[in-house]
């Protein structure tokens, strides 16, 4: 607190994001982040861009990335934004299509920062609880609404809705604007990019922090039409006219280029993640169907809060929200298969013999 801040600073509840502490041979499966790392060519064009040329700002467009996404995608460089990992785009989303007068809608149980950024961009928003299977039932967004907002897969669950279903919640709700969070959809879950030439109202985020093991660089993208594209760009452009630096460009195009290397290690960490669930059941977890490269799961014999700060102790870091509903779960994102080796093993210790 200071007499030196803002009313909007004193008022603000910030995001916490997952730690990185520096503990020696940690098992770090907090914060959803891949355990391949990004394709060489991506870490090839990063080291060739730390030049000379650094003297002089990036394009401020991102030409080039766009172009290279748009084509990747099937879309035109004017259906597609950049931004400083998709946090940013989404926070740019807040401030110049989801804010409107009546709420905007998203589940009570998903991506924390969505408050946040309400708050900050004073977003009227109302919460729609998941059903009890932990899913969006999209009936109980036939009320009135602004806008709409859904990580899909969701997270922190991890389950997914069917293109179809995004496809039917659009034509219930053509007036407004749709966002779908695609943050984890590269691990098994359908995009809603093809609905793009259909729907004008649909927004869809990407970012290259998980399937493309790029966490570090900060690149988040978004694919939807024209027009919501250059609502986006206004923003940005009243914000900060270069948020890609010129190796975070280069990097995410020559990532965008590796189509061999993302296929091999999204299908490592989804062959990863059936085995993590395997093992966890074993233990006796309730895992909920992950299309993402997490896991949530619960033991019904034991405190969620007790098992994170036990597995802590043990040099394994995982992600507990102490939130209503879910403060039992605790989600686990997908490592090698020696970490999630360290993870089980360490699990049957805290739970005993007879678990
Ligand atoms: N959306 C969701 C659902 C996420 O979990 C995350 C990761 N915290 C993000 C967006 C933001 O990712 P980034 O800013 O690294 O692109």
Redo the contacts with the bound molecule.
Sequence with gaps: MSRYWSALAHGLEPYT??EQPRIEGLVKLN??ESPFGPSPRALAAIRAAADDALRLYPDPQAGALREALGAYHGVTADEVFVG???????AHAFAGLLKHEAPLLFPDV??S?YPVWAQLFDVAWAAVPLDEAMGVRLADYRRPAGAIIL?NP???TGVALSRAEIASLLAEHPDIPVVI?E??VDFGGETAIPLVAEHPNLLV?R????SRGL?GL???YAIGDKALIEGLTRVKDSFNSYPLGRPAQAGALASVEDEAFFRETCAAVIAGRERMRAGLETLGFAVLPSAANFVFARHPAHDGAALAAALRERAVLVRRFNAPRIADFLRITVGTDAQTDRLLAALAEILGPAN
């Design positions: 994001p997952g914060t959803n400083n990992g998709s946090d940013e785009v989404l998903t991506y920062f990580a969701n997270a922190p969070d943050a984890y985020v970012t290259m922090s998980k966490a900060r690149v988040g």
